[in-house]
């Protein structure tokens, strides 16, 4: 399985080209990371993501038609840049007629901290709040992702580690927080993970966006009326 990942629902604009053939013993696969390319910049998302797939195909020496798959992290992230990363991900799979598979975006930033412990993974929503969800360990996420301010959710968190952008900015909510854990998002951790889930045969997510709120932008609830002169 050849897998391409991507990801947009953080600042980071994210792009992953991995090697995942089945373990010889029989075991968990390793996946192999053949090339990822990588640009924090929260406005250029639309701008910054084919070119991030065209490093990474370049890089390994290979075309987009060699591609078996695709894994897309779809959140939660705020509306314009989510979609980007989610687009993208659709329109090379019907290209292409290969699977497109979605995973929480949260994950893939727990997966790259490999903690073995109780953690949290907290990533910035803007607004004065965050994303977040909490792990038993980096492979296993135990409640939903959510979306909340940090006072609100200060004694959940209080001494717990923690990674992600969110984390950081809130670090006196997020006390426990990892200074050397993942702030952004990692498309070669988030492929990773996607390719030790379907080695396992489960079912991932269906490449739809995890937005939990409503987008910024909204349509005015009512119209200045013009009349004719």
């Known amino acids: 399985m050849l897998l391409l990942a991507l990801d947009t629902a953080t600042p980071a604009v994210s792009a992953a080209l991995l090697s995942c053939d089945p373990a010889p013993d029989g075991g968990r696969p390793a996946p ?7 640009e924090v910049d929260a406005r ?5 993501l084919l070119p991030a797939v065209d490093r990474v195909l370049d890089e390994a020496g290979l075309k987009l038609d060699a591609v078996t ?3 897309v992290g779809v959140g939660p992230g705020p ?3 989510l979609r980007v990363g989610l687009v993208t991900a659709a329109t090379f799979g019907a290209a292409l007629d290969v699977p497109v598979h979605g995973l929480c975006s949260l994950d893939g930033i727990a997966y790259a901290a490999g903690i073995e412990e109780p953690f ?7 607004r004065k709040e965050v994303y977040w969800a909490r792990y038993a360990d980096f492979r296993t996420r135990t409640t939903d ?7 609100d959710i200060a004694e959940q968190v209080a001494g717990v580690p923690a990674v992600g ?13 990892r200074a050397d854990g993942p702030e952004h998002q990692s498309a070669a951790a988030l492929g990773a993970l996607a390719a030790e889930k379907l080695a396992r045969g489960e079912t991932l997510l269906p490449p739809r966006p995890l937005y939990l709120r ?8 009512n119209y200045k009326v013009v009349t004719p002169k």
Request: charged share 25%; hydrophobic share 45%.
């Open 32 to 38: 192999r990371v053949l090339a990822e390319a990588r």
């Open 44 to 48: 250029r998302h639309g701008e910054l």
């Open 69 to 71: 798959d695709i894994v």
């Open 79 to 81: 509306y314009t840049g």
């Open 120 to 126: 949290v993974v907290a990533t910035d929503a803007r």
């Open 145 to 151: 992702p959510a979306v909340d301010r940090p006072a």
């Open 165 to 177: 952008a969110g984390a950081v900015l809130y670090d006196g909510t997020f006390d426990g927080l």
């Open 214 to 221: 409503r987008p910024d932008a909204q349509v005015p609830a």
